[in-house]
């Protein structure tokens, strides 16, 4: 059971728009650290691809946006290409555990 | 680009201690936040826990009693101990380097650089 939660999948056609939610608690996304986005493809480590709510590292494309509003963080894809087919995961601080916590992933299908 | 490589056994017996190694490259153990993190099979992420730049560590309380995150034998490591390993410690298993400071704790708060990963698995 992760502390962040996140629809286990989401699927949408190229060229569309998909996004992913992700809902914590006062201890991590509603407090003042940054929520962080993850883009995983299978067999290999996590990427970085939004940090500190929402900029984008080198990189990234700027289709790719993210937003965070009480207890709730959001990620958007527009413009969905087949390559964006990946597991993405958020992330955020959690001052109650102090330490790091991990939303429990979700796939996206293109 | 900063690099991380694990290095340590892919297989562990039920009830040893695992040991783990990540070797960093193009960075200093000494001005960084470094992190263990790991993957059940199929499953999500979950940390581990930390080493600060100077030494000091935080584990995720789920493991405490067991884990121990140090210094490596050589310069630019830094190591993983979990003991008393079961199947449910069957994972892989990541190092990565924590960055995003926060402006106002000066707090890191992402895992902006990470290893390809490990796969330990517990099996006698």
């Known amino acids: 059971q992760s502390v962040l939660t996140q629809p286990p999948s989401v699927s949408g056609a190229p060229g569309q728009r998909v996004t992913i939610s992700c809902t914590g608690g006062?201890?991590?996304?509603?407090?003042?650290?940054?929520v962080h986005w993850y883009l995983q493809r299978p067999g290999t480590a996590p990427k970085l691809l939004i940090y500190g709510n929402n900029n984008r590292p080198s990189g990234v494309p700027d289709r790719i946006s993210a937003s965070k509003s009480g207890t709730s963080a959001s990620l958007v894809i527009t413009g969905l290409q087949a390559d964006d087919e990946a597991d993405y995961y958020c992330?955020?601080?959690?001052?109650?555990?102090?330490?790091?916590?991990f939303g429990g992933g979700t796939k996206l299908t293109v | 680009q900063v690099q991380l490589q694990e290095s340590g056994p892919g297989l562990v017996k039920p009830s040893e201690t695992l040991s783990l190694t990540c070797t960093v490259s193009?960075?200093?153990?000494?001005?960084?936040?470094w992190s263990w993190i790991r993957q059940p099979p199929g499953k999500g992420l979950e940390w581990i826990g930390y080493m600060s730049h100077n030494g000091n560590t935080n584990y995720n309380p789920s493991l405490n009693s067991r884990v121990t995150i140090s210094d490596g034998m050589s310069n630019n490591q830094f190591s993983l101990r979990l003991s008393s390993m079961t199947a449910a410690d069957t994972a892989v298993y990541f190092c990565a380097r924590l960055g995003c400071y926060d402006v106002l704790t000066g707090y890191p708060t992402c895992f902006d650089q990470w290893g390809q990963g490990t796969l330990v698995t517990v099996s006698s």
């Open positions: 992330q955020a601080f959690d001052s109650g555990l102090s330490g790091w916590v």
């Open positions: 193009r960075a200093s153990i000494s001005s960084y936040y």
């Open positions: 006062s201890s991590n996304v509603k407090a003042e650290f940054a």
